[in-house]
């Protein structure tokens, strides 16, 4: 079975980048296709971004686009969310998760997820 653990969070001010990791253990994961997603405080846990399992293609949310770059490393079990340029609207706790097939934005397609790393940004 997968685990994950994300690590990477922390308080910035607006316009710093954070870069977040989700070290993951299992033989299967390099065969998963991964995803971030965020959840702030009272609202719907939301998608980010996507990787497909061989890092060839990725997926973001329109708001994140041309800030925020996912990429994996699977000689090291690990997945990274690069954020730039962080706004205050950024302020979630970020998860990882193993994606279990079908369509990358649902949240009910993910399988496994980290405990989540809090990301709070500043204004």
């Known amino acids: 079975q997968v685990q994950l653990v994300e690590s990477g969070g922390g308080l910035v001010q607006a316009g710093a980048s954070l870069r977040l990791s989700c070290a993951g253990s299992?033989?299967?994961?390099?065969?998963?296709?991964m995803g971030w997603f965020r959840q702030a405080p009272g609202k719907e846990r939301e998608f980010v971004a996507h990787?497909?399992?061989?890092?060839?293609?990725?997926y973001y949310t329109d708001s994140v686009k041309g800030r925020f770059t996912i990429s994996r490393d699977n000689a090291k079990n690990t997945v990274y969310l690069q954020m730039n340029s962080l706004k205050p609207e950024d302020t979630a706790v970020y998860y990882c998760?193993?994606?279990?097939?079908?369509?990358?934005?649902?949240?009910?397609?993910?399988?496994?997820w980290g405990q989540g790393t809090q990301v709070t940004v500043s204004s």
């Open positions: 990787i497909t399992r061989s890092g060839s293609s990725t």
């Open positions: 998760a193993a994606h279990g097939g079908g369509t990358y934005a649902h949240t009910g397609n993910y399988y496994y």
């Open positions: 299992g033989r299967t994961f390099s065969r998963d296709a």
